[in-house]
T-cell receptor, first 114, second 114 residues
């Protein structure tokens, strides 16, 4: 069965500092992997996705993530945090054989300190 | 612009009432989904539909019902059998082409029992 864990329910960084949000997954078959962002009282917006092409995936707003099969990880990074990055971030996984079944992680709330 | 429209944005339900949440998309997506979001629990799948006139239960379908009479519309009814309906409800849609390109989400409906 698939599952997603996100280490750290809350992460705080200073403006201009590196953002690192961790995501580990379990899947018995090659997965699709996603990062979504959610601003307060809004829906989720797709940041980036891994679909078995390049292992380093670039997304919107300067974010990127690297798929590491050996570590079953898909951590999200951004070199320099902006105040506008403060939001909830969700990692998600689906199996290529069952792409309707997307499993979301519990989310990480990112705070950016001026 | 194409997208998903959820209405209303806020909804109040009295004990014993059924309420219906609207979800409309103009993206020509085949698949549609309903998720429930509670603080600290991520997103949980209620129902999903891959084609018109067909839908499947998700992980927490009890107390909910759906219909898919048109490709564009996937309304969710929260029945009186749902004992704890207060939550943020998100509708999503996706293309079905053999690869998971990710979901497009609506802006959500916040349901409160009064």
């Amino acid at each position: 069965a698939q599952s997603v864990t996100q280490l750290g329910s809350h992460v705080s960084v200073s403006e201009g500092a590196l953002v690192l949000l961790r995501c580990n997954y379990s899947s018995s078959v090659p997965p699709y992997l996603f990062w979504y962002v959610q601003y307060p009282n809004q829906g989720l917006q797709l940041l980036l996705k891994y679909t078995s092409a390049a292992t380093l995936v670039k997304g919107i707003n300067g974010f990127e993530a690297e798929f590491k099969k050996s570590e079953t990880s898909f951590h999200l990074t951004k070199p320099s945090a902006h105040m506008s990055d403060a939001a909830e971030y969700f990692c998600a996984v689906s199996e290529k054989t069952s792409y309707d079944k997307v499993i979301f992680g519990p989310g990480t709330s990112l705070s950016v300190i001026p | 612009d194409g997208g998903i429209t959820q209405s209303p944005k806020y909804l109040f339900r009295k004990e014993g009432q059924n309420v219906t949440l609207s979800c409309e998309q103009n993206l020509n997506h085949d698949a549609m989904y309903w998720y429930r979001q509670d603080p600290g629990q991520g997103l949980r799948l209620i129902y999903y539909s891959q084609i018109v006139n067909d839908f499947q239960k998700g992980d927490i379908a009890e107390g909910y019902s759906v219909s898919r009479e048109k490709k564009e519309s996937f309304p969710l009814t929260v029945t009186s059998a749902q004992k704890n309906p207060t939550a943020f409800y998100l509708c999503a849609s996706s293309i079905r082409t053999g690869q998971n390109y990710g979901y497009t989400f609506g802006s959500g409906t916040r349901l409160t029992v009064v």
